[in-house]
């Protein structure tokens, strides 16, 4: 009976609370807890006081709690904007006690005073090594060599959240199960080193981090690297694990241009490559000619995709084809608005340029798709280019 009532929804478990003192006994050792608008069941109040009820039941909640162990704690406080830290402070050392496995904190993004984690209720080895997964929104977070190890911490998400390098570079080293690691507009950081240690790290996502500067990736399996955010130097130890990589670039910048200079010496084993510019910056078709092609770069290579907003770049994408001999998938995605009736020929003797001209076949290739180009039938357009 125990194990079927912890499998009811937070709602459904507090009910039934209510009306039997023997599920009151399970209540207080239930491990699942979801604090937010809809299982507090406040979807029907006004959503002024919404901070307040919240605040309210889940207090009382923890309390009852209290000694009683909690696996998962779910905190999605984005209605209190002036939420007592002190609250906080309680329910956090009342959860994260030995056999807590999944933490999350999303705190609300106009908070006058952001809400500064307390690090010391990792400083205990046994609350640190049981957690699993550890998601932190918009709040402080300052790691010392204090912390105590956490050494089944799978997965790490940090969502705005104000951590230096230092601070950063403690919690890694003690984090040496990572295999997932997501860092978004933690905008403190400027170096970011992905250590050795990190044996079994395999996804690592970094987003919209403004005064990023530098990333040196040391993990030995990382499979996945995905970075959406300005170009920065980038460089990867041993990248012979890497199979999928994603980059996008939010402003105007030379994606293509960086892709094709940077990429290759990380890029030798990927299979599948993205590149996303939503502002790519055109430098006239005469300076195009002068970037280097490309030749059996991408060897591996097997899907292609390309989404760009400027598309008088198209001429760069002939270098890509040819570096890419096994590609099986090709996509290519521009901005119709960006389209103008000459927009991708780039002058009468476009035709003529010798990236017009593939290099190798694609024997290898089943599934092309262009999209936002119009139609075009004079000699030297898109649709000719493959053909």
Same mark, same amino acid.
Request: charged share 20%; net charge positive; glycine share 6%.
């Given at each position: 009976?125990?194990?079927?009532?912890?499998?009811? &929804?937070?709602?459904?478990?507090?009910?039934?609370?209510?009306?039997?003192?023997?599920?009151?006994?399970?209540?207080? +050792?239930?491990?699942?807890?979801?604090?937010?608008?809809?299982?507090?069941?406040?979807?029907?109040? #006004? %959503?002024?006081?919404?901070?307040?009820?919240?605040?309210?039941?889940?207090?009382?909640? =923890?309390?009852?709690?209290?000694?009683?162990?909690?696996?998962?704690?779910?905190?999605?406080?984005?209605?209190?904007?002036?939420?007592?830290? *002190?609250?906080?402070?309680?329910?956090?050392?009342?959860?994260?006690?030995?056999?807590?496995?999944?933490?999350?904190?999303?705190?609300?993004? /106009?908070?006058?005073?952001?809400?500064?984690?307390?690090? @010391?209720?990792?400083?205990?080895?046994?609350?640190?090594?049981?957690?699993? @997964? =550890?998601?932190?929104?918009?709040?402080? /977070?300052?790691?010392?060599?204090?912390?105590?190890?956490?050494?089944? =911490?799978?997965?790490? %998400?940090?969502?705005?959240?104000?951590?230096?390098?230092?601070?950063?570079?403690?919690?890694?080293?003690?984090?040496?199960?990572?295999?997932?690691?997501?860092?978004?507009? +933690?905008?403190?950081?400027?170096?970011?080193?992905?250590? %050795?240690?990190?044996?079994?790290?395999?996804?690592?996502?970094?987003?919209?981090?403004? #005064?990023?500067?530098?990333?040196?990736?040391?993990?030995?399996? =990382?499979? @996945?690297?995905?970075?959406?955010?300005?170009?920065?130097?980038?460089?990867?130890?041993?990248?012979?694990?890497?199979?999928?990589?994603?980059?996008?670039?939010?402003?105007? *910048?030379?994606?293509?241009?960086?892709?094709?200079?940077?990429?290759? @010496?990380?890029?030798?084993?990927?299979?599948?490559?993205?590149?996303?510019?939503?502002?790519?910056?055109?430098?006239?078709?005469?300076?195009?000619?002068?970037?280097?092609?490309?030749?059996?770069?991408?060897?591996?290579? #097997? #899907?292609?995709?390309?989404?760009?907003?400027? &598309?008088?770049?198209?001429?760069?994408?002939?270098? /890509?084809?040819?570096?890419?001999?096994?590609?099986?998938?090709?996509?290519?995605?521009?901005?119709?608005?960006?389209?103008?009736?000459?927009?991708?020929?780039?002058?009468?003797?476009?035709?003529?340029?010798?990236?017009?001209?593939?290099?190798?076949?694609?024997?290898?290739?089943?599934?092309?798709?262009?999209?936002?180009? +119009?139609?075009?039938?004079?000699?030297?357009?898109? +649709?000719?280019?493959?053909?």
């Amino acid at each position: 009976m125990h194990h079927i009532y912890s499998l009811l &929804p937070l709602r459904d478990a507090a009910r039934a609370a209510c009306v039997s003192h023997g599920f009151l006994l399970f209540w207080r +050792c239930y491990s699942n807890l979801t604090f937010n608008v809809s299982t507090l069941g406040l979807a029907h109040k #006004k %959503s002024e006081d919404w901070g307040i009820f919240l605040i309210d039941i889940g207090d009382r909640i =923890l309390k009852n709690h209290s000694g009683n162990g909690v696996e998962t704690l779910d905190l999605c406080l984005l209605s209190c904007e002036n939420i007592d830290p *002190s609250y906080l402070d309680r329910w956090l050392q009342i959860a994260v006690r030995s056999g807590i496995k999944e933490l999350k904190l999303e705190m609300s993004y /106009f908070m006058k005073k952001k809400y500064s984690f307390p690090c @010391s209720v990792f400083s205990d080895d046994a609350a640190a090594g049981s957690i699993r @997964s =550890l998601c932190l929104s918009a709040c402080v /977070f300052r790691p010392t060599t204090t912390l105590g190890c956490l050494r089944r =911490l799978n997965a790490l %998400s940090l969502f705005s959240v104000q951590i230096t390098d230092e601070g950063l570079g403690h919690l890694l080293s003690k984090s040496f199960a990572l295999q997932q690691l997501f860092i978004f507009r +933690c905008n403190a950081i400027i170096c970011l080193k992905i250590p %050795s240690m990190l044996q079994q790290l395999k996804l690592l996502t970094i987003k919209l981090c403004e #005064k990023l500067q530098v990333v040196e990736i040391n993990a030995p399996r =990382l499979s @996945s690297f995905h970075f959406h955010g300005a170009l920065v130097k980038i460089s990867v130890v041993d990248p012979s694990p890497l199979r999928d990589v994603y980059f996008s670039s939010p402003r105007p *910048s030379r994606m293509l241009s960086y892709a094709r200079t940077r990429l290759p @010496s990380i890029t030798r084993n990927v299979k599948s490559l993205t590149l996303v510019s939503f502002d790519e910056v055109c430098v006239g078709f005469l300076q195009d000619v002068n970037i280097p092609m490309l030749h059996s770069k991408f060897p591996r290579l #097997k #899907k292609l995709e390309i989404n760009i907003k400027r &598309p008088q770049a198209v001429l760069s994408l002939v270098s /890509f084809l040819d570096a890419s001999p096994g590609l099986d998938s090709f996509i290519l995605r521009v901005d119709g608005n960006f389209l103008g009736p000459d927009s991708i020929v780039g002058g009468e003797n476009a035709a003529d340029d010798p990236r017009w001209k593939p290099q190798c076949r694609h024997d290898c290739l089943r599934q092309v798709r262009i999209i936002g180009f +119009c139609l075009e039938k004079k000699s030297g357009s898109v +649709c000719d280019l493959y053909r």
